[in-house]
Nanobody, 115 residues
Framework: QVQLVESGGGLVQPGGSLRLSCVASGISFSVYFMAWYRQAPGKQRELVAQITPGDSTNYAYSVKGRFTISRDNAKNTVYLQMNSLNAEDTAVYYC?????????WGQGTQVTVSS
């Protein structure tokens, strides 16, 4: 019964902000590497940001300085704060949990940046 549920997507104006959340259940959350991926129509799914169990982070170059990934182990939740959004950020955003050979995906949440 592993489940990753994303929320927080929606329509936002260029230059605006959104915060995505992903709540995990059925896993020992604190030991998992958590990540956000995104996929735009006709494009490959790409890594956006990752956070380790020790709170180290890494980001795609295209979002560095604009996006921040964080986690709250007490809430089994990983967040993606997205600022200064532009049209190129439009995509379905997916939450991923991985630990060793274990890998899980959320169902995704749509982010649309448009005026």
């Amino acid at each position: 019964q592993v489940q990753l549920v994303e929320s927080g997507g929606g329509l936002v104006q260029p230059g605006g902000s959104l915060r995505l959340s992903c709540v995990a259940s059925g896993i020992s959350f604190s030991v998992y590497f958590m990540a956000w991926y995104r996929q735009a129509p006709g494009k490959q799914r790409e890594l956006v940001a990752q956070i380790t169990p020790g709170d180290s982070t890494n980001y795609a170059y295209s979002v560095k300085g604009r996006f921040t990934i964080s986690r709250d182990n007490a809430k089994n939740t990983v967040y993606l704060q997205m600022n200064s959004l532009n049209a190129e950020d439009t995509a379905v955003y997916y939450c991923q949990a991985n630990w060793g050979s274990w890998l899980y995906w959320g169902q995704g949440t749509q982010v649309t940046v448009s005026s």
